[in-house]
């Protein structure tokens, strides 16, 4: 009875040891590859809400809706600060889209909107989070080329690159609460008007519509809020990863491993 309770007690031992280390090889190839897994995933998160309105035009609308569906927690989905493929424009303003839908001022109903077969389909989120996640990406791969040289951003720098997203967001939403969609001071941009002497068009002024100021602002931000993120923690994890690695190798090398 006593050496089968040694046996069942080494072999528990072993297999412990074989589960430990075969998490350390997992936990060493993802120290070795982090920055592939992570891209894998951004470009998975990135990738699905332009797949949204694909479905929809195709057809599939179960699987499009379900997408729309996902990226409501991440984002307004307001139609006239997205973007719109298969159909008659890129993007449509807000009267645009109220005659379409429904001609009210409430964002609740206008994010309901997720095109029509003239005008198209949206993109599952807005311009601006297409900006600042797809600059992720983008400043991400930048990184990786000179990363040898990039220090990671102090926490203070990223405060800085995220206040201008703070303040365009934020006086969005103040406006809208004031008053509504279409009278709020960030529709009309009349303080930028007489600050820039109308010296350019309606257009820019007012509405969201692609090259307008707003829409400008949202481009800006979201590179800003890009080069950000990835300047403060893509330094930070390959730092923290790169020690992880080293660590386990160590552990290994005594263990007689490979």
């Known amino acids: 009875m006593e050496n089968r309770r040694q046996q069942q007690a080494a072999t528990n031992s072993r297999g412990n040891r074989d589960l430990a280390i075969w998490i350390n090889r997992q936990v060493l190839r993802l120290s070795r590859h982090w920055f592939l897994a992570l891209n894998m995933v951004l470009l998975l998160f990135v990738g699905l809400p332009w797949l949204a309105p694909v479905f929809m035009h195709?057809?599939?609308?179960?699987?499009?809706?379900?997408?729309?569906?996902?990226?409501?927690?991440?984002?307004?989905?307001?139609?006239?600060?997205?973007?719109?493929?298969?159909?008659?424009?890129?993007?449509?303003?807000?009267?645009?889209?109220q005659a379409a839908w429904q001609d009210t001022n409430n964002p609740l109903i206008l994010r309901q909107f997720n095109g029509n077969e003239t005008?198209?389909?949206?993109?599952?989120?807005?311009?601006?989070?297409?900006?600042?996640?797809?600059?992720?990406?983008?400043f991400g791969a930048i990184y990786k080329l000179g990363r040898r040289w990039i220090r990671p951003l102090p926490w203070w720098g990223l405060v800085l690159f995220l206040l201008p997203m703070f303040i365009d967001g934020s006086s969005h939403i103040i406006g809208e609460l004031m008053g509504g969609m279409t009278s709020s001071f960030r529709d009309e941009n009349l303080w930028l008007v007489s600050?820039?002497?109308?010296?350019?068009?309606?257009?820019?002024?007012?509405?969201?519509?692609?090259?307008?100021?707003?829409?400008?602002?949202?481009?800006?931000?979201?590179?800003?809020?890009?080069?950000?993120?990835?300047?403060?923690?893509?330094?930070?994890?390959?730092?923290?990863?790169?020690?992880?690695?080293?660590?386990?190798?160590?552990?290994?090398?005594r263990a007689g491993l490979k």
């Open 119 to 138: 005008m198209g389909w949206k993109v599952a989120w807005s311009d601006r989070m297409v900006y600042m996640y797809t600059c992720i990406l983008l």
């Open 58 to 97: 195709w057809g599939w609308t179960r699987a499009g809706e379900l997408i729309y569906l996902i990226y409501t927690t991440q984002c307004h989905q307001l139609p006239q600060r997205s973007f719109f493929l298969f159909g008659e424009q890129f993007m449509y303003s807000l009267p645009e889209i």
């Open 195 to 253: 600050l820039t002497n109308n010296a350019f068009s309606p257009e820019f002024y007012a509405g969201d519509a692609f090259g307008s100021f707003n829409s400008w602002m949202r481009l800006i931000t979201g590179l800003l809020f890009g080069l950000g993120v990835t300047w403060f923690l893509y330094p930070r994890m390959q730092e923290s990863f790169g020690d992880t690695a080293v660590q386990i190798e160590t552990k290994f090398e």
